[in-house]
């Protein structure tokens, strides 16, 4: 059984574009969160969300937009997309914000 | 601003020595280090957790150090192989903010 999943794995689109990735987790965890990590392998975290509220908003473009439709989701919607915005998003979940955190297996996103 | 330093040179190592790996933090006093491994085109798996009051923490091979006079983290894997190749990420939490930062990671190869 996968503990976080997310879809697509892989997404090449234009410029301008809005796109959503998914993500789920069946671990039962209380938290979840959305990273970033661009070509030099930087892994950033853009946002975290706890029992479907947002804790944690680090300086990202109002272009990225979270949704938390219940504890065991957190999809990211992207408009507007840019050639900057082009990396690997993980999406990953932990009991709480000090325990070890699962990554999801990765969405590689190409803006062309 | 807080910042997490990896040696960003691989790390080359013959099979069955030991390796050890570096994890420098400044600007900051974390509470938890976190050690992930990451392999090509897959997300981050979690290795070991260290909190500042432990000074060390053994799992089978590995072992991870919490300095807080030095501000550093080691990471050792004993006995080394070739299947530990991999890139190695540290993460701090905690030191009033949860906020997750991870290092850019140090990849090991280990030569049969």
């Known amino acids: 059984d996968t503990a976080v999943s997310q879809t697509p794995k892989y997404l090449v689109t234009q410029m301008g574009n809005d796109k959503s990735i998914k993500c789920e987790q069946n671990l039962g965890h209380d938290t979840m969160y959305w990273y970033k990590q661009d070509s030099k392998k930087f892994l950033k975290i853009m946002f975290s969300y706890n029992n479907k509220e947002l804790i944690i908003n680090e300086t990202v473009p109002n272009r990225f937009s979270p949704k938390s439709p219940d504890k065991a989701h957190l999809n990211l919607h992207i408009n507007s997309l840019e050639l900057g915005d082009s990396a690997v998003y993980f999406c990953?979940?932990?009991?709480?914000?000090?325990?070890?955190?699962?990554f999801g297996p990765g969405t590689r996103l190409t803006v062309l | 601003s807080q910042k997490i330093e990896q040696n960003s040179e691989a790390l080359n190592i013959q099979e069955g020595k030991t390796a050890t790996l570096t994890c420098n933090y400044t600007n900051y006093s974390p509470a938890y280090l976190q050690w992930y491994r990451q392999d090509p085109g897959r997300g981050p798996v979690f290795l070991l957790l260290?909190?500042?009051?432990?000074k060390e923490k053994r799992k089978e091979r590995l072992k991870v150090t919490f300095d807080t006079t030095l501000k550093q983290s080691l990471f050792h894997i004993t006995a080394s192989q070739p299947a530990d190749s991999a890139t190695y990420l540290c993460?701090?939490?905690?030191?009033?903010?949860?906020?997750?930062?991870f290092g850019r990671g140090t990849s090991l190869i280990v030569h049969p």
């Open positions: 260290i909190r500042e009051n432990e």
């Open positions: 990953a979940s932990s009991q709480d914000m000090r325990n070890e955190q699962f």
């Open positions: 993460a701090a939490l905690g030191g009033g903010s949860y906020i997750p930062t």
